[in-house]
């Protein structure tokens, strides 16, 4: 049974910075050869939207525009690890992020692709 574990959410002063994990338990270590796992987000009474996607056999990442050039995800399969780093956070990246994974996701940037998600973690940004 494939269980995804988000950690590392707070509460920020804009311009701050968090460090989102996510760890993959039962995922199979064949899976990182193919399909994608991603950072999704979910603002109060907004639908969820893809922050941040990675292609853990080629490394390959892809970004929302509103993130880009501020946030980084980066994975580490010996450790079943995923990572988000947050810099120069601002009131609107707010929201429930949560980790998603599918060994057999084809476009990294669609929700509907993932069929593994974590709980979430909470991300507050004051301004």
């Known amino acids: 049974q494939v269980k995804l574990v988000e950690s590392g959410g707070g509460s920020v002063q804009a311009g701050g910075s968090l460090r989102l994990s996510c760890v993959a338990s039962?995922?199979?270590?064949?899976?990182?050869?193919?399909?994608?796992m991603a950072w999704f987000r979910q603002a109060l009474g907004k639908e969820r939207e893809v922050v941040a996607a990675?292609?853990?056999?080629?490394?390959?990442?892809y970004y929302y525009d509103s993130v880009k050039g501020r946030f980084t995800i980066s994975h580490d399969n010996a450790n079943n690890m995923m990572y988000l780093q947050m810099n120069f956070l601002k009131p609107e990246d707010a929201g429930m992020y949560y980790c998603?994974?599918?060994?057999?996701?084809?476009?990294?940037?669609?929700?509907?692709?993932?069929?593994?998600w974590g709980q979430g973690t909470q991300v507050t940004v004051s301004s």
């Open positions: 039962g995922y199979r270590r064949s899976w990182y050869s193919s399909g994608y």
């Open positions: 990675i292609y853990p056999a080629g490394g390959q990442t």
């Open positions: 998603a994974a599918d060994p057999y996701a084809a476009q990294p940037l669609v929700r509907t692709e993932y069929r593994y």
